[in-house]
């Protein structure tokens, strides 16, 4: 599916985005942060920010999300293909498609709540949870087979059609996010038993909205204006300045090296990490340091390696040319 | 066999054996089929150590080429020594390590390849791999050697 996506119509798709932005007034919904264009071929990413104050947790992007994005889910072909060794886990949530208290393969946003005193005041806060969209996804750079995809505009995602459903992806990703279903996807039509286990499915920022000129579908149905969206230096922009204005602090911005959505709380995000249910499907809100990094500063070693090899190929040659005389 | 060539061999083998067993851990397979769960090899296992460790030996890999490469030319001793299987396996190297330079690009920050490229380039390298494998298996066991 997502190979039949053309730069001319990601191009297309962003300049009518830019258009809207620059005006200002196309978009119904939440406020869209001021933008540069969005065609420029130096655009930066797209950023989200989260202003969880204003959340309520009524749960309409959770709604909004699953019924905008309900055709891109899992029907999985049952009976599920035998799978060796027996002890690989099968996971099926096509009987659980109404839970949204997790992420799960049907569910790719959900509200957490956190009960909090901070300053002596006592707060319910309520956040809206998906995938961050990290600046250099490791489930994207990680994925073993490609599967995955980071787009200029910032957001990363999993190709349905190609997924073998590893789950390396939930496996690297600091946040754990992506879920897995079983019985879907193109291991059925490879080596079943052997190798693979369905398809693993997250949040991709509504791409094809975004293609079209739309809002992604959480942004769009937040009666409150939670979210907002735009250039990341402007989001960051705007975050500080919110976070500056209310006392509040910052998530997001450093976390894995930098993600593309950003949270602003009046609570110390440690504190609301303490108070947030974690586990399975439920993200903490903790630090998390860059993942890529050693990667990343090992590859500035593999500069070095071609000189390592030129010196001691001349010192051998110095050495003999030495005993020769 | 001198003892630079012997020193040579050697550390050819380790890198080989080290830049594999990393490579194949960037599939979940060591998971899934509980050789992570053998005691001493849960490192299999963990995605971020292998991939580390598949850098590393990558680094080492390259200077190895690059040492006798030069070694090859200021020597003297010509590409025209190479054997049959040399010459293969010299193309195999020099393609895995083309594939996976390209490979460590597409890991930076900021770097938006299509799902095209990242499978041809994914392909690409683990093909070479088990070109790279199957060739030496049949060296080893016919006793082949890289120059004549």
Known sequence: MSLKISR????????????????GTGISGPDFAAAGPLSDEKQEPLSTLLDIRKCIGCEECVHACREVNAAKYPEPRKP????????????????????????????????????????????????????????????????????????????????????????K?????????????TGVGLYLDLLPALAGNGVMYKCDRCYNRLEKDELPACIEACPENVQSIGPRSEILEQAHSLAKEINGYVYGEHENGGTN??????????????AIEKGKGKPHLAYTKNMMADGTNLSRAMLIAPLAGLAAAFGKFYLKSKEDK | MKATGKTRSYGYAIVLFLITLSGF??????????????????????FYTTHVLHYAAAIALIALAVYVLFDFVMNGV??????????????????LIISGC????????????????????????????????????YTLVMKKKWIE
Request: glycine share 8%.
């Open chain 2, 102 to 137: 390209l490979m460590v690009v597409k890991n930076f920050p900021g770097i938006y390849w299509s799902h095209t490229t990242i499978i041809v380039l994914d392909l690409t390298h683990l093909s070479l791999c088990m070109a790279l494998l199957m060739l030496s298996l």
């Open chain 2, 25 to 46: 851990g960037q599939m979940p397979i060591f998971g899934r089929y509980y050789i992570a769960s053998v005691p001493g090899l849960g490192w299999l296992g963990e």
């Open chain 1, 80 to 167: 599920f293909p035998k799978m060796y060794p027996k002890t690989v886990p099968v996971q099926d949530w096509s009987e659980k498609r109404d839970v949204t208290d997790r992420l799960t393969p049907y569910n790719w946003i959900f509200i957490q709540h956190a009960s909090v005193t901070h300053n002596g005041e006592k707060m319910e806060l309520t956040i809206p949870r998906r995938c961050m969209h990290c600046d250099n996804p490791p489930c994207v750079k990680l994925c073993p087979w490609g599967a995955a995809k980071q787009e200029k505009n910032g957001l990363s995602r999993i190709d349905a059609d190609l997924c073998l459903g590893g789950s």
């Open chain 1, 261 to 274: 959505t950003i949270y602003v709380s009046p609570v110390p995000f440690d504190q609301l990490n303490a």
């Open chain 1, 8 to 23: 001319r119509t990601f191009i297309k798709g962003s300049i009518a985005a830019a258009g809207t932005v620059v005006a």
């Open chain 1, 169 to 181: 992806c939930k496996n690297v990703c600091p946040w754990s996010i992506p879920e897995r279903q």
């Open chain 2, 78 to 95: 010509g590409l025209k020594r190479l054997t049959t299987s040399g010459y293969f396996k010299t193309g195999i190297i020099s393609g």
